[in-house]
C-alpha cells in the first residue's frame, strides 16, 4: 500500500524507441503524491533520471517524492530515439500483459498504459490485434468494450474507430451502435459515479440526414434504436446534427456524446484540448486510461515532449478507481 494508504497504478512502458520514458519521468514529477510506476527496461530510460527499482508494487511507498519508482522487465535490446526495434517489440507485449496481471490480481489499482507502435509490434513480434485496446479486451476474456476520449469539458465515444471512411455506413449496424451505448452508459454509471448518464447521439450524415434528404441512417436506423432504448429507460438525444454538438451550450446538455466515426469525436476533442486528453477503455474488469497521443518518434529524446496527457490519464486513473470503489 501507498503512504495515502492506496495501491499504485501501473504505467506501462509503451514503444521504447518513443516519448513514453520521457514523459514518465516528467509526469513522477508532476505528480509526486499520486501513486504510481513505470513498468519498463530501466537502460531506457532517459539519463540521469532519477528512479529506484521495486520488487512490487507495495513498495512504491518506500520510495522518495520525485524519484521514479521502476517495476524491472528487461527488453532485448536497447532503445534509441525514434527508431524502433523489432527485437523489443516481444518486450512491449509482455510489458501490457504483466501490468494487465498486476491489476487483476490486486497488486495495482490501474493500468495506464503509453504508447505502441502497432506496425513495430507486428513486424517484430507478429501482434494480432489492432492496438491497445482489442489486446487488452483478449486479455480480460474478450471483454464487450468501447473507446472513450475524455477531457474537463467533453467525453465522447466513436461508435466507428479506425477503418476507412467508406466503411463506416456497413460496419455502423444496429446491433454495434446499441453495444457501443449500453457499455458507454455502465461505463459511467461505474466508473464516473453518473447514476443516470445523458447521452447526445450523432448523426451519420450532414444534418443528421437532414430528413432523408442527406443520408436515410438516421431514419431507418439511427432513430429507431434511440427510441428503443429510450423506452427502456436510457437518457438519450438524437439523431444530432455533428455541427451543432460541441458549442459550449450544447456540451452542457449531455455527459458524454456518441459519434458514428473517429474524427467526427476526435475532432472536437482535439480542439478543444490537445494535450489534456484522455483515452479510456470503458467496459473491462478493470480502470484503464492512456494518453490521447501516440509514440512521438519525430521528437523522441529531444526535450520536446509535453507530458499533460499522461499526467490527466493518471489523474483520471485514479479517480475512476475512487468512483468504482464508491459504487462496489
Not at 455502465?186 to 447526445?200: I, K, V, Y
Not at 427510441?227 to 446538455?253: C, I, N, Y
Request: negative net charge; charged residues 15%.
Amino acid at each position: 500500500m501507498s503512504a495515502a494508504g492506496q495501491r499504485p497504478i501501473a504505467l506501462t512502458c509503451g514503444e521504447p524507441a518513443g516519448i513514453g520514458a520521457e514523459i514518465a519521468v516528467l509526469a513522477r514529477l508532476a505528480l509526486p503524491d499520486l501513486p504510481f510506476f513505470w513498468l519498463g527496461d530501466p537502460r531506457h530510460l532517459p539519463k540521469a533520471t532519477g528512479f529506484a527499482e521495486i520488487a512490487a508494487p507495495d513498495q512504491v511507498a518506500l520510495v522518495p517524492k520525485g524519484v521514479l519508482p521502476v517495476l524491472a522487465h528487461p527488453f532485448a535490446g536497447q532503445a534509441i530515439a525514434g527508431h524502433p526495434d523489432p527485437a523489443n517489440a516481444q518486450g512491449v507485449i509482455d510489458v501490457i500483459a504483466r501490468a494487465v496481471d498486476l491489476v487483476q490480481t490486486g497488486q495495482a489499482l490501474a493500468l495506464c498504459t503509453l504508447p505502441i507502435h502497432k506496425k513495430a509490434l507486428q513486424e517484430g513480434a507478429g501482434f494480432a490485434f489492432p492496438g491497445h485496446t482489442e489486446y487488452l479486451a483478449h486479455l480480460a476474456g474478450g471483454a464487450s468494450v468501447v473507446m472513450m476520449l475524455a477531457c474537463e469539458t467533453l467525453r465522447v465515444v466513436p461508435a466507428t474507430i479506425h477503418i476507412p471512411l467508406a466503411q463506416v455506413p456497413a460496419t455502423l449496424t444496429p446491433a454495434l451502435l446499441e453495444q457501443v451505448i449500453r457499455v458507454t452508459v455502465r461505463g459511467l454509471q461505474r466508473d464516473f459515479a453518473l447514476p443516470h448518464p445523458r447521452l447526445a447521439i450523432a448523426g451519420l450524415n450532414p444534418h443528421a440526414g437532414e430528413g432523408g434528404a442527406m443520408g436515410g441512417e438516421e431514419i431507418a436506423m439511427i432513430a429507431p434504436l434511440i427510441a428503443r432504448l429510450r423506452a427502456e429507460g436510457f437518457d438519450l438525444r438524437g439523431p444530432l446534427s455533428a455541427d451543432t454538438m460541441f458549442h459550449p451550450r450544447a456540451r452542457a446538455t449531455y455527459d458524454a456524446a456518441i459519434c458514428m466515426y473517429h474524427d467526427q469525436a476526435l475532432i472536437p476533442i482535439k480542439t478543444l484540448d490537445f494535450d489534456g486528453g484522455v483515452n479510456v477503455t470503458l467496459g473491462l474488469p478493470f480502470i484503464r486510461t492512456s494518453p490521447d497521443h501516440g509514440t512521438g518518434f519525430d521528437i523522441a529524446g529531444k526535450g520536446l515532449a509535453v507530458p499533460d496527457s499522461t499526467i490527466a490519464a493518471l489523474r483520471l486513473a485514479a479517480k475512476m478507481a475512487a468512483a468504482r470503489a464508491e459504487a462496489a
